[in-house]
Each structure stands twice: as structure tokens, then as C-alpha cells.
């Protein structure tokens, strides 16, 4: 469920910065501030302090999926292989492996885009005129947006089918 969330979180994020590229050149600048601290375009101002939004959100990912082993367990080299072994990444690749293989890709398009875009989008906020090539990274972020809305929705789909609350239980 908190994959979920997380997603989530980053989806509200992604059509901020989705509305942000768009009509962020006829905004004043209170409205463009606002808007820039909810989209996951942010960087962070030090590397050494801390992290952008895409950071922030891949560690949280990373953490979810593929968790670190815990203290105790480092010690042993069977205990940690054990640990290691059993994380949501394994169990995603024998339960819903094409789920995983779409959550891999969609996450590194999704931060690709961002990755190759962002300082072409904040330049263009502080100018006040949109990038040359707008319609191009347009129709790029709009796709990796559909993509993170089709993976939660396969994600919800998953927890819903093998954790029913309250309804029947999932049948195999």
C-alpha cells in the first residue's frame, strides 16, 4: 500500500509539473512558486544537504521494493542472503512479474524525463518565455504521466485482488 501512496504522491506531483511546463509563462510568480514546490521538477540547491523530489521519491521507492537488510540480520551471510531474498521485488517477480517489468520501466522514464528536462523548464520559468521544443516535452511528460496513472491502477488492482478488506476473499 505504500507503493501505492507513493505513486500516488508522485502522479500529483508529475501533473504539476505537467501544468507548470504549460502555462508557466503567463504566471506571476507567486502562482509559479506555489506550483514549483508541488512539482517534481525541484533540485535540490546543495547536493551535499539533500535531495530533489526525483531523488526523494526513487530512495523512497528503492527503500519499498528492494528494503535494506536489517542489523542484526548483516551479521549472518545466510541470514542476510534470506533477508535479501525477501523483499516486494522478489515477490512481484513471482506473482506479477509484466507489473514489475512496466514499474522499472515507467519509473526510469519518468525520471529520465525529469532528469533531461528540468533545468530547460526552470530556465524557462525565470525567462518568462516556454523552451523552443515545448510541444515536444509536452507530449513526452503527458506519456510518462499515463504511464505512472496505468501503474497505480495495475498496483491498486494487485492490493485490492490479494488483500480484500472487508469484501470477499481473493480467489485463485
Known sequence: MELHEIMDEWLAACKSTTELTLSGSGMERAQIKKLYNRANISMPLFRLFGAGFLENVEKDLANIVNPATPALQRWSRTRRGQAGRRNLRSMMKIYCPELLNDFD????????????NRKLIKRSLKTGEPPPE??????????????????????AAVIRSKYPLGGTAAQE
Do not use: F
Not at 520501466?105 to 533531461?116: I, L, N, Q, Y
Not at 511528460?141 to 491502477?153: A, F, G, P, R
Open 134 to 155: 515545448l510541444t515536444v516535452i509536452l507530449s513526452e511528460s503527458v506519456q510518462t504521466v499515463t504511464n505512472l496513472e496505468h501503474l497505480k491502477v495495475a498496483i
Open 105 to 116: 520501466a515507467t519509473v526510469s522514464s519518468r525520471g529520465a524525463w525529469v532528469r533531461e
